[in-house]
């Protein structure tokens, strides 16, 4: 047909009608074609760009082509040669009309005293003053910076250099209707270029404080604020990349630089409980936002391992805290915690679950969730002995011997008190009255080691005597403390204080703003609040608010080593994480806003405490 060279100007008129019409129609059906199957492609059709200019709001369904990045300056990730790419991407599932169960209790019935609501208000504008004074020192001092130090004033970098307070701190900003601040904020984070960061990247903590705090910021502005989107697809191109192995677990330390330049990278055969299995719930909303399904991809990957080996392990329904991401293998380790390098594994199993809407693959997450809680109440928690006989359960960790036998370690971390909030969570979402009760206990262990501490604060991990059974739900043992035994002890209660630091965690506010927000008792305000004059008040610098270095100091009995007003005078350490800003501050806040802000029931808390809107 080629070589007829028919001109077609020589073709009757109405070939030359039926001509022009079957090109115009081949023309849409192509066009129809790429547009719902971008796949298909043509030179002659240009893709068309999908980044949306001013969406009306956030979607409700994953958006369909999927979203692409604008064009600009910056390294794209996506452009970098992956060596093990997946060719069939799981897909987020199907809308439905499940409907969750209820969260937060029913404020709406009541009618506080007007004398709560004057308090209420003051209280959160205490603690909204001292955000503002430390966001004002790291503006001043540290900007675009990873972290202020606030007794020299100076900075440091501690993750990948892009500004890890900057972006940690941007949904706070707009929680407390810091608006003018978000925005100058939002313009900084606009110039940051997700290319090499510094050194080896901790990519845990990359997704939690950067990409959590990214995706939670762009959540709040009704998905209006494009620049932010644009940053999280950035940066999740960049996350993703760590997940280019043979098996596709993720490479949780990592170097950019060598990815870059098209070098193989391993997963670690001494891994990270929690490393390996906190992406779910960033990388599940990122998908959602943008349509893109690797990023959902990734996370169904993990925990399909996780599904397939949880019943394998030395103490079946719970993971150890080492675990090989090369094999992947997750049965070997002997350790098995609720603290650090673990904790985070256990909390993203309801959130996930509740981020997805109950569909039904999401039952997978409940189920697992349930099986590891239960595990959980019969080996990681324990009452201990205190002075009052307090009806408190203690978050621990515990070893299997070589005989199989399961010995409890009795200790107990400040970061493990996030357990209470997570057992309260699921025991909403899931229908568990008595998971209630256990979350109600293992908040209260926490409560209880702030007002026992010798300066009010918590220590970041020490050992307790346990009573003598076994049960943690068997109420009936004599756990009657015996003064004989204080003199072994550091402190009343207090076995050994191992690490006597506080870090400014945010773990047992935490819990109490969950507690607060869903049992609706008001004693968990005057709780917090307590706290927060305790940590304020021994925390607080020349320019914002540091870490300390012992909590358990004590004066002498003449009174030395106090302040004049009574106070204890502790040494301080030159350290302040953006957790301070992205999560302990915020919940200290949350916790005397009125409780429809920020609902549990309309959004759900990554581990970082950003929240992303369901």
Not at 2 to 22: D, M, Q
Not at 89 to 102: D, G, I, N, S, Y
Not at 489 to 499: A, K, S, Y
Not at 571 to 576: A, G, H, Q, T
Request: a negative charge; glycine letters at 6%.
């Amino acid at each position: 047909m080629r070589n007829l060279k028919v001109s077609p100007r020589h073709l009757p008129i109405r070939s030359r009608i039926n001509t022009r019409f079957s090109g115009l129609l081949l023309f849409i059906f192509i066009y129809l074609l790429h547009l719902y199957h971008p796949q298909f492609s043509l030179e002659i059709l240009p893709s068309p760009l999908r980044f949306p200019s001013s969406p009306a709001s956030c979607p409700i369904i994953p958006p369909y082509p999927s979203i692409t990045s604008s064009p600009n300056n910056v390294f794209n990730w996506r452009n970098i040669t992956q060596h093990y790419p997946v060719e069939a991407f799981e897909q987020l599932p199907a809308v439905h009309t499940k409907t969750l169960a209820r969260i937060q209790h029913d404020f709406d019935s009541e009618n506080p005293p007007l004398y709560h609501e004057l308090m209420r208000k003051r209280r959160q504008a205490a603690i909204k003053a001292t955000f503002s004074r430390c966001w004002g020192a790291y503006k001043e001092l540290a900007w675009k910076q990873d972290e202020l130090l606030p007794i020299s004033g100076s900075s440091k970098t501690t993750f990948g250099g892009w500004g890890a307070t900057l972006v940690d701190s941007l949904d706070t900003l707009w929680i407390m209707n810091m608006k003018d601040e978000f925005n100058e904020a939002v313009a900084a984070v606009a110039e940051i270029d997700f290319v090499d960061g510094d050194g080896e990247l901790n990519m845990f903590e990359t997704t939690i404080r950067y990409l959590g705090g990214l995706l939670s910021a762009y959540d709040l502005t009704e998905c209006k604020e494009k620049r932010l989107l644009q940053k999280a697809m950035e940066l999740g191109d960049m996350i993703y990349a760590s997940f280019d192995t043979p098996n596709r677990m993720p490479v949780t330390r990592w170097v950019a630089a060598m990815a870059v330049g098209g070098e193989v990278q391993e997963a670690a055969q001494q891994g990270v409980l929690a490393e390996l299995a906190s992406f779910s719930l960033e990388f599940t909303r990122l998908s959602q936002l943008t349509g893109d399904m690797r990023y959902y991809d990734a996370t169904t990957r993990v925990i399909d391992v996780l599904a397939r080996q949880q019943n394998e392990t030395r103490i079946p329904g719970l993971w150890p805290v080492g675990v090989n991401l090369q094999t992947p293998d997750l049965t070997k380790d002997t350790l098995f915690s609720l603290g650090t390098m673990a904790d985070s594994a256990y909390e993203y199993l309801p959130k996930t679950y509740q981020i997805l809407h109950g569909a039904a693959s999401a039952t997978q997450y409940k189920s697992m969730y349930e099986t590891a809680t239960e595990a959980m109440i019969q080996h990681l928690l324990f009452r201990p002995i205190t002075p009052d006989n307090a009806d408190i359960l203690a978050p621990t960790s515990a070893r299997v011997q070589r005989d199989g036998s399961i010995v409890r370690d009795h200790s107990v971390q400040h970061l493990s008190c996030f357990t209470g909030g997570m057992f309260a969570l699921g025991a909403k979402l899931f229908q568990n009255a008595s998971h209630l009760e256990y979350a109600r206990r293992v908040t209260e262990s926490c409560i209880w080691s702030y007002d026992n501490a010798p300066n009010g604060i918590m220590p970041e991990i020490f050992t307790m005597l346990a009573c003598s059974s076994a049960s943690p739900s068997n109420n009936s043992v004599n756990c009657t403390f015996n003064p004989l035994v204080w003199p072994a002890q550091q402190f009343p209660g207090f076995e050994t204080v191992i690490d006597a630091r506080y870090m400014l965690r945010p773990e047992a506010i935490e819990s109490v703003f969950y507690m607060y927000r869903i049992t609706g008792e008001s004693r968990y305000q005057d709780v917090a609040w307590k706290m927060f004059q305790q940590v304020e008040r021994r925390t607080r610098t020349e320019f914002a608010n540091a870490a300390i270095r012992d909590v358990t100091r004590k004066m002498d009995r003449s009174g030395n080593g106090g302040t004049e007003d009574g106070w204890q005078d502790l040494e301080k350490v030159d350290s302040m994480e953006s957790f301070w800003l992205a999560e302990t501050l915020k919940y200290f806040y949350l916790v005397f806003s009125d409780p429809g802000w920020m609902s549990l029931d309309e959004w759900v808390f990554n581990t970082e405490a950003h929240p992303f809107r369901l």
